[in-house]
């Protein structure tokens, strides 16, 4: 069983910046991949960013070059630092995470960005 908590979610203007944080409950190298997701009212939950165990990233088109994925192993903790931050932006943002093929999810971090 594997446990994360998604936060820092918040208000922020557009142009803004977030960082996102998800602790996972046992070590993150045992994690193969962790990812974000995030879910707008009324649309379907989409990936917004991977990383996997050796570190290496993918990005949604949508966010490339203003997200960071970034990991921090001592901690257990993933990070997604989201800058320029866009009212499309705005979303219930959820950490996944993968191990032994069973997926387990965050319980969702809200980011709301005013325009």
């Known amino acids: 069983q594997v446990q994360l908590v998604d936060t820092g979610g918040g208000l922020v203007q557009a142009g803004g910046s977030l960082r996102l944080s998800c602790a996972a409950s046992?070590?993150?190298?045992?994690?193969?991949?962790m990812g974000w997701y995030r879910q707008a009212p009324g649309k379907q939950r989409e990936l917004v960013a991977t990383i996997t165990s050796g570190g290496s990233t993918t990005y949604a088109d949508s966010v490339k070059g203003r997200f960071t994925f970034s990991r921090d192993n001592a901690k257990n903790t993933v990070y997604l630092q989201m800058n320029s931050l866009k009212p499309d932006d705005a979303a219930v943002y959820y950490c996944k995470a993968n191990i032994n093929g069973l997926d387990y999810w965050g319980k969702g971090t809200l980011v709301t960005v005013s325009s």
């Open positions: 046992i070590s993150i190298f045992r994690l193969n991949v």
